[in-house]
């Protein structure tokens, strides 16, 4: 058995999150795949026994559970001693870019992935305002990369890992990068991450089935 094990599927940005670092660090770890499009999340098993927030991703090590991939980061830069912060400034620092990305740009963008992409909802008021939401949140991070090689500090942390979580889907959810020439600089250096692949390469369940 491996040192940690994670409840994730492929499509999941979140999930990403967590597969990036336990790769890039070179951590001992195994998938453990879950059936969300068929509603495993939501059952009263999976509340129980995995996560009572019905979410993914869920990282077991040992006799610990850790859901929330913010929380999970944290922690795995303790452990694994890499992408943490080495001040508390650093400390500060990352943590904003991890709930900003958590509240203004992964809600958005994974939610209207969801719906553009794998519901096929096409357009409509809601996808408009998710998308709305999601552009401002990426005219934010676009200014901010302008200058600086990574988001936090003077190399990745684990608000890099966060943050770009779903910016690989950018071909499902239909980002011109163009628009965002900071951020695309910003997502090449990430790709050059010792353990990089995308997700789709790094956790199972892709393809859907038809
Ligand atoms: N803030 C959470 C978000 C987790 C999340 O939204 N996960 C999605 C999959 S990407 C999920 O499991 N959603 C289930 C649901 O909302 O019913 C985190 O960062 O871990």
Known sequence: ?????LYCMAQSGNAYKVALML????????AR????????????????DVNVMGEVPVLVHGDLKLSQSGSILTYLAGELGQYGPKTVEEEREILRWILFDN?????????????????KSGDTPVTEFLGGRMHGALAVMNQHMDGRDFVAADRPTIADISICGYLFFDDEIGLDWDQYPHI??????????????????MMPGHPLPE
């Open 33 to 48: 795949w879950v059936d969300f499009f068929n509603g495993e999340t939501r059952t009263e098993d999976y509340s129980r």
């Open 184 to 201: 695309h600089a910003w997502l090449q250096r990430i790709k050059e991450l010792p353990g990089w692949k995308h997700p789709y390469d």
């Open 23 to 30: 790769n890039s660090c070179g951590a001992d770890w195994e």
């Open 1 to 5: 058995m491996a040192d940690f094990t």
């Open 103 to 119: 509240h203004k740009l992964t809600s958005y963008t994974g939610t209207y992935r969801f719906l553009r992409h794998f519901t």
